[in-house]
T-cell receptor, first 116, second 110 residues
Framework: GAVVSQHPSWVICKSGTSVKIECRSLDFQATTMFWYRQFPKQSLMLMATSNEGSKATYEQGVEKDKFLINHASLTLSTLTVTSAHPEDSSFYIC????????????FGPGTRLTVT | EDQVTQSPEALRLQEGESSSLNCSYTVSGLRGLFWYRQDPGKGPEFLFTLYSAGEEKEKERLKATLTKKESFLHITAPKPEDSATYLCAVSSSNTGKLIFGQGTTLQVKP
């Protein structure tokens, strides 16, 4: 149980284009989803938190107009990187947390974004 | 300020050589302490949740314990397939977010 998928697993795009990454909870309803970014040999950096049907809450320093997050259903959240630049190249990981008062987050397999 | 510190940063073991990873934490109102395993190029895989001091959880060769200030991940008779980065995180009652440590990269040699 508690499986989270991400699509695509890797993507290459040209500078100035936008990229959408999907995160799905496959066998549970995710009331809250999180988006992280991870640089090589570093730990995870939280970018934003989203609750189903609400606007996302972004961490300090994360541009909300650049990283658009939509959490339209209890099983799907999307992250759109708008007008991507090479410095946006990174490993993006989503996680999902269910209801019921438990605080574990279950992570997706990650998406490797390369902007050329 | 909520904080998590893991040690050592890296650990090399021979197959079968048992050891422990440490996670020290300070948090305002602990909602849970979590251990994850992360393989290169993949997302973290959930291992354990510990909620209160004295609690212990086991899974195969791994055993996690919790005190009021730290947690240990004991690895008994490790195998090469246990090689990975092990992440510790806490969730505080203030924010509900996970605060991660920097991880311990474990290498088990056959």
């Amino acid at each position: 149980g508690a499986v989270v998928s991400q699509h695509p697993s890797w993507v290459i795009c040209k500078s100035g284009t936008s990229v959408k990454i999907e995160c799905r909870s496959l066998d549970f309803q995710a009331t809250t989803m999180f988006w992280y970014r991870q640089f090589p040999k570093q730990s995870l950096m939280l970018m934003a938190t989203s609750n189903e049907g609400s606007k996302a809450t972004y961490e300090q320093g994360v541009e909300k107009d650049k990283f658009l997050i939509n959490h339209a259903s209890l099983t799907l959240s999307t992250l759109t990187v708008t007008s991507a630049h090479p410095e946006d190249s990174s490993f993006y990981i989503c996680s999902a947390r269910g209801a019921g008062g438990r605080y574990e987050q279950y992570f997706g397999p990650g998406t490797r974004l390369t902007v050329t | 300020e909520d904080q998590v510190t893991q040690s050592p940063e890296a650990l090399r073991l021979q197959e079968g050589e048992s050891s422990s990873l440490n996670c020290s934490y300070t948090v305002s109102g602990l909602r849970g302490l979590f251990w994850y395993r992360q393989d290169p190029g993949k997302g973290p895989e959930f291992l354990f949740t510990l909620y209160s001091a004295g609690e212990e959880k086991e899974k195969e060769r791994l055993k996690a314990t919790l005190t009021k200030k730290e947690s240990f991940l004991h690895i008994t008779a490790p195998k090469p397939e246990d090689s990975a980065t092990y992440l510790c995180a806490v969730s505080s009652s203030n924010t509900g977010k996970l605060i991660f440590g920097q991880g311990t990269t474990l290498q088990v040699k056959p």
